[in-house]
């Protein structure tokens, strides 16, 4: 057990639709981050939060989007959902923003979109 | 920017014996990480090993080393004494500096008893 903690594990929706990913860091860690892994694109990551700031972007769609709240949990929303959306969405975190920290990953979530 | 080549999409090893994963990578940063992760059939990611770019001696952690050639860019995982629970996706990846980790396509490793 990581200690990351994510929900829901599995979600199945339909095309179009808005959906709430979320996630918990380890205690103690201060930046999240998110990571797409399809079976086309592999492991991309999308987004990092520090301490409630966006720090880094990375492959990210405009249709989604991310924040980090005062508790340091985070929430990825996805909108207007495409069949190509489908994927395991990671979250991780570490302690600071930079540095070569390993980032502890949560169980991910499983997004199915019909 | 960074680049993680992976070139060997599956393996097959004999239990007890030890295995090598490839691993390239290409980035212009001076200072780095390198990092490999498993991801057995449940899914999750678990962190094996991580070496930096200074570091002189290869990291290791239990069963799990990591082969650090500098001028090749190589960073190749090998796992020694292989068990049936090992069995699972490997992934390479690399971080410089504030990004993000970059990861490989992954190598399939199937041990076979």
């Known amino acids: 057990d990581s200690g990351v903690t994510q929900t829901p594990k599995h979600l199945i929706t339909a095309t179009g639709q808005r959906v709430t990913l979320r996630c918990s860091p380890r205690?103690?860690?201060?930046?999240v981050y998110w990571y797409q892994q399809s079976l086309d694109q592999g492991l991309q990551f999308l987004i990092q939060?520090?301490?409630?700031?966006?720090?880094a972007k990375g492959n990210i769609l405009e249709r989604f989007s991310a924040q980090q709240f005062p508790d340091l949990h985070s929430e990825l929303n996805l909108s207007s959902l495409e069949l190509g959306d489908s994927a395991l969405y990671f979250c991780?975190?570490?302690?600071?923003?930079?540095?070569?920290?390993?980032?502890?990953f949560g169980p991910g979530t499983r997004l199915t979109v019909l | 920017a960074q680049k993680i080549t992976q070139t060997q999409p599956g393996m097959f090893v004999q239990e007890k014996e030890a295995v090598t994963l490839d691993c390239t990578y290409d980035?212009?940063?001076?200072?780095?990480?390198l990092f490999w992760y498993k991801q057995p059939s449940s899914g999750e990611m678990i962190f094996l090993i991580y070496?930096?770019?200074?570091?002189?001696q290869n990291a290791t952690e239990g069963r799990y080393s990591l082969n650090f050639q500098k001028a090749r860019k190589s960073a190749n995982l090998v796992i020694s004494a292989s068990q049936l629970g090992d069995s699972a996706m490997y992934f390479c990846?690399?971080?410089?500096?504030?990004?993000?980790?970059?990861f490989g396509s992954g190598t399939r490793l199937q041990v076979q008893p």
């Open positions: 070496q930096g770019s200074y570091d002189e």
């Open positions: 205690s103690g860690d201060l930046s």
């Open positions: 991780a975190s570490s302690p600071l923003a930079g540095g070569y920290n390993e980032q502890f």
């Open positions: 980035t212009s940063d001076q200072s780095y990480g």
């Open positions: 990846a690399s971080k410089g500096g504030r990004r993000a980790l970059t």
């Open positions: 939060y520090y301490n409630g700031e966006e720090r």
